[in-house]
């Protein structure tokens, strides 16, 4: 199988970027995620990088000065772009070849990596220096809702009386999003305006939202598409799974609560969603995946067209996922900031190749580029809710601050930056790098409201 | 005003291209809507043209020859790519100049066309050897909900005891729908599987969808995009409409029922959406707007967000849709397609300007190319409701073919065939072309189901 663990995941492998070694960094030699970044000085046209420690390797550069070779030759090649698309698109054998090499060009200990590092050290760009993009043109962006225990704490505050669905555990629940509103960690995300409705009896009015909320998600980014009108089988899904990010799905709950019926969240999530800039590949995340939980006694049995022992056996990832707030008077106070979650991915209801396999199952394709969200992941204990809704409960359990302040939901200012990491004995900590935004307030004058 | 009528318009304007100038032609000169083609011959590249009579101008042969000057040479440049994206990010003016240079260049009295027109004659190229392809890349498209009438009917099956939710006459409802699947006139579309459940008693399948459907709608391109955070006012919503296209929304009826709560439809619209190959420019439409039909007796006032005085006064466009059935065995014994509504755009709830302008109301940012829906198009009679879904009464009442078959939903072979025109007395006829697409059952061996 093309993502089983290699020699490019053996945990003693050292970088001669000597960042790369320490224990806590995102960004051992094993993880090499793909990402496109501008460099400091005057030429700012996006260029693909590899993260390794506190550097990023400028992919172009590296291609230039003739360091790849074979299927690793053609995977840099597509490398040499303003996004990671063209990358996505080729196969897995070709994009693991490019892992090996890079592997090999950035280990301390490689007879090949000897003669060319100093060329590759030419190469590096500090992380501090460099500003990083969304790395993917995403075409098309759908957003699933795999967290059971999302699922049922959501429905139970919208629909206290039908709280789950009959259709959740036999369908992987998705939605379509927006692309065009992906936007990459750090921009600051405008407090949208919109249509709500406070009480049954009342009008809605046109205003700021008052319930702004984040959900913690992982982003799962296709790589080798399908044909419109062919099925991508469970058993050979993930083979088309590029890599995950981070991905905060930016909501607006009382623009949501009014206009989610019949056709479900519009303009509740299509002002923003954040990602992370890296992209962590399937392969780098293989020491991780293990089993996928059993169902709750009494659950229905996955239709067959969503089952693979395969994905049983290596469907669900062992990655953490924390979510940290700091109001804008804590960051003024230089307090640090408050965690307000930590979930993991693998306690998901459906997994990522049971998502894909759903979404293609009617025929529709996916492209290289295209983004899937996994849902608000959230678990069964209360720290593990992940988003302010769930943690909350709609506000009427407001959190307070280090600093004393309340939230029931996110107020101007208000900073959430995501943390996610694969971690377990005997491995090195694999991480995603950080997903932030931060609440600006106000509008430009002039709009009609 | 940019698009109000002008000598482009003038009803007694007659082209030396001699079908432009047949009554029933839908491209008389005062249309010359836009599309994408492939040239008969050895270059299959993809090229933009403006169709007149049975004829299309190859615009980048004539950009070539040195036709163009002033604002519509920058308009034409943007038409020497492979979708009209290029063109649709240029502003209005710039738009309207290349429809004056066109209409004159095509005029039978025009003596600026005189000299042009052996050199034009040489750049036209016949629809009947041409193949008309996808007129534009769409980054994101939204379906809206906008028929009154057929919002009530749907919501009475699928809610009998609550059809029109309370949210209708306030928000211009929409969802996300899925771009990758997008295909052009004359595509066969392959009848999607998916997972249903026939009754609430038993356990769902996945299968071949048994109530396959139409929708009628119509498309609305955007032109000019806007800012992520800053909405587009009312006032303006129409300067980032490019054109209007006719849109067949596919749709599975039983995957729908079972899948669409509570995120709304996902695989039962996302197998395939058809588009008609021309866009019709806003402002070919000019003479065909008109005043917005009065509200019913009761109905709230929309938001002030939502509402412009010359959007009451201009915002309805007087454009007839029409839907024709073939099933296989009709096409075969030469019988004509039967005619299965005609309904008309101009009586929606909701104005393209107010989808628009709802739509980045909370921020979100729209890109030229971007496509709208407007929902099915229905009426209040019988024969204007835009699907089967409404003229069956969820196949309650099924219809007799003239051969005598019934149809509930779309058998295979099934072909459904959509025109639009604009029609007044003292006016020309501006056609939409057709949209069309066959069933297509059956499906690749080897898929796990």
């Known amino acids: 199988m093309m993502l089983a663990v290699n020699q490019t995941h053996r945990p003693d492998l050292t970088s001669w970027v000597a960042s790369a070694n320490e224990p806590q960094t995102d960004f051992p030699i094993q993880n090499l995620p793909l990402g496109v970044f501008q460099r400091p000085g005057d030429d700012h046209s996006p260029r693909v990088g590899v993260a390794i420690g506190d550097q990023i390797v400028d992919m172009a550069a590296c291609l230039d000065a003739g360091l790849f070779d074979g299927p690793a030759l053609v995977a840099a090649e597509a490398c040499a772009a303003p996004t990671l698309n063209h990358l ?45 993009l969304l790395p993917v043109a995403v075409g098309d962006y759908s957003d699933f809702y795999a967290s059971l225990e999302h699922a049922t704490n959501v429905g139970s505050m919208f ?49 700021p939202c008052k319930a702004l909320d984040y959900e913690v998600e992982v982003g799962i980014f296709v790589g080798a598409g399908n044909m419109l009108g062919e099925p991508v089988p469970i058993a050979t899904a993930t083979e088309h799974i590029f890599g995950l990010c981070l991905l905060n799905d930016w909501s607006a709950r009382d623009i949501q609560s009014w206009e989610y019926q019949p056709l479900g969240p519009f303009l509740a999530k299509s002002f923003a969603t954040t990602l992370s800039p890296w992209v962590v590949t399937l392969e780098a995340l293989a020491p991780f995946r293990g089993p996928v939980a059993q169902r709750p006694l009494g659950d229905p049995r996955p239709l067959d067209y969503l089952t693979s022992p395969a994905d049983q056996q290596l469907g669900a990832i062992d990655l953490t996922l924390e979510v940290f707030l700091a109001s804008h008077r804590m960051r003024e106070a230089g307090q640090p900031s408050l965690r307000l979650s930590r979930s993991n991915f693998k306690k998901l209801y459906w997994t990522m190749a049971q998502m894909l396999t759903h979404h293609t199952s009617n025929g529709c394709n996916i492209r290289p580029g295209d983004l899937l969200g996994s849902g608000t992941v959230s678990g069964a204990a209360k720290d593990e809710r992940g988003c302010l809704l769930e943690l909350t409960w709609r506000g009427a359990e407001p ?50 409201c």
Do not use: W
């Open 159 to 207: 629909r206290p009386d039908n709280p789950l669905l009959p259709n959740y555990k036999y369908v992987p629940i998705g939605y379509h999003g927006r692309a065009s509103s992906i936007v990459a960690s750090g921009t600051s995300i405008q407090r949208p305006h919109g249509q709500t409705r406070d009480q049954p009896a009342m009008e809605p009015t046109y205003g």
């Open 399 to 448: 959190l307070t601050l280090p600093d004393g302040e309340l939230r029931r939901f996110l107020e101007d200012g208000d900073e959430i930056v995501m943390h996610g990491y694969c971690e377990r004995p005997g491995t090195r900590r694999i991480g995603f790098g950080e997903c932030r935004g931060i609440i600006r307030g106000g509008r430009s004058v002039g709009y009609n």
């Open 88 to 132: 996505m698109s080729t196969d897995q054998a070709t994009q693991s070849a490019l892992r090996e090499q890079l592997s090999n060009l950035l280990r301390q200990d490689d007879q090949r990596s000897v003669g060319n590092q100093p060329l590759v050290a030419r190469f590096l760009v500090p992380m501090t220096e460099a500003t990083l």
